[in-house]
Nanobody, 125 residues
Framework: VQLQASGGGLVQAGDSLRLSCAAS????????VGWFRQASGKEREFVAA????????HFANSVKGRFAISRDNGKNTVYLQMNNLKPEDTAVYYC???????????????????WGRGTQVTVSS
């Protein structure tokens, strides 16, 4: 599986962006697609995930209420809608996918098998 993340850019605080994660083929029913981010000098951190089995969504506390994750099965694409962006959201954003992830591992980068190249999001104050 190859993933391609896109949609990053330079925005002002309070603006919105929608990131896309396009896969080279269909996601399986057991897939989980996650978004992670890595700010300069910091470790990669979990942002959000969607489980294809059941459709549950999961968010880091820092983005709850501001970010949404959705999928378009027909386009093999998962979206991360980011609203009310803050300067602390500045990072390189990555999407990843794994199969049969247990709930407790969704926020762990090590649980994911395939990663796309990141897309830079910069939020100015």
């Amino acid at each position: 599986v190859q993933l391609q993340a896109s949609g990053g850019g330079l925005v002002q605080a309070g603006d919105s962006l929608r990131l896309s994660c396009a896969a080279s083929g269909p996601f399986s029913r057991t897939s989980t697609v996650g978004w992670f981010r890595q700010a300069s000098g910091k470790e990669r951190e979990f942002v959000a995930a969607v489980r294809f089995s059941g459709g549950s969504t999961h968010f880091a506390n820092s983005v709850k209420g501001r970010f949404a994750i959705s999928r378009d099965n027909g386009k093999n694409t998962v979206y991360l809608q980011m609203n009310n962006l803050k300067p602390e959201d500045t990072a390189v954003y990555y999407c990843a996918t794994g199969s049969r992830l247990i709930l407790s591992s969704i926020s762990s980068a090590r649980a994911y098998d395939y990663w796309g190249r990141g897309t830079q999001v910069t939020v100015s104050s």
